[in-house]
């Protein structure tokens, strides 16, 4: 917790997400807004696509609120299309047209740091230690960005004891069909910040069969947004 009064002296930041159509996506990543700044860090939203505000707004508001510096965290897990292209793209424009410095933290990753969640997120759906699970995530057309999840579920089953195999809902191998074809699984332990349609997909297939699944990691991940805030130096 900040001291009384640091709120007004820090740089605010912008949690950019990706977006979704889902009726709660905006009111899963609000609860994380929330959740950071519970712990006197002003902060704000933005989105690549689908919802409102996209970054250049969330800049203009900043703007006119007499705030001519951000600290922008994008809410992404891999070094996928939208880490290397669409935010940084989207930012630059931003910057740009408005004249408000934004300064790109790291995006949240796959690091040590989401283990704990993870596994806090397991036991609280009643998935048990030693029973196999799924680590269900978005996926992405680039190698490198699904070889981090999967090394991330490697990682994840050396904490938990029981075997975490890894599947995907836009690419192979696909989560649903995992979990509609594939052996008995325990659990599906979800890879997402929020609500959304893909991660909603992954569930349903897994009620079908009896599996619980991980809720979003939505206000978890407060901690690893104040590090990659901390780490820029502001």
């Known amino acids: 917790m900040l001291p009384t009064g640091a709120r007004d002296q820090r740089v605010p930041v912008v949690l950019l997400a990706h977006g979704s159509r889902h009726p709660q996506g905006v009111a899963s990543i609000d609860r994380l807004r929330a959740g950071v700044e519970a712990v006197g860090l002003p902060a704000r939203t933005a989105y690549l696509d689908l919802n409102e505000p996209d970054i250049e707004a969330a800049a203009a508001a900043l703007k006119a609120d007499g705030c001519g510096r951000a600290i922008v965290v994008p809410l992404l897990f891999t070094p996928a299309f939208h880490a290397r292209t669409d935010a940084p793209a989207a930012i630059a424009a931003a910057r740009h047209s408005t004249g ?3 300064i790109v933290a790291d995006i949240l990753g796959t690091g040590d740091e989401l283990l704990p969640l993870l596994a806090s997120a397991a036991e609280a759906a009643g998935i048990p230690d030693d029973g196999a699970v ?3 995530s978005v996926g992405s057309s680039r190698a490198e960005a699904n070889a981090a999840v999967e090394d991330l579920g490697r990682r994840l089953a050396s904490l938990r004891g029981g075997p975490v195999r890894t599947a995907f809902a836009t690419c192979a191998p696909r989560a649903v069909d ?8 325990a659990g ?11 991660l909603d997909k992954i569930t349903q297939a897994a009620e079908a069969r009896g599996i619980p699944t991980t809720v979003p990691l ?7 947004i104040l590090d990659r805030y901390a780490a820029v130096g502001c």
């Open 100 to 102: 408000v410095e934004l």
């Open 134 to 136: 799924l680590l269900g």
């Open 178 to 185: 995992a979990l509609l074809t594939g052996p008995e699984l």
């Open 188 to 198: 599906v332990v979800s890879l997402f910040v929020g609500q959304g349609l893909l």
């Open 218 to 224: 939505e206000t978890a991940l407060v901690p690893l």
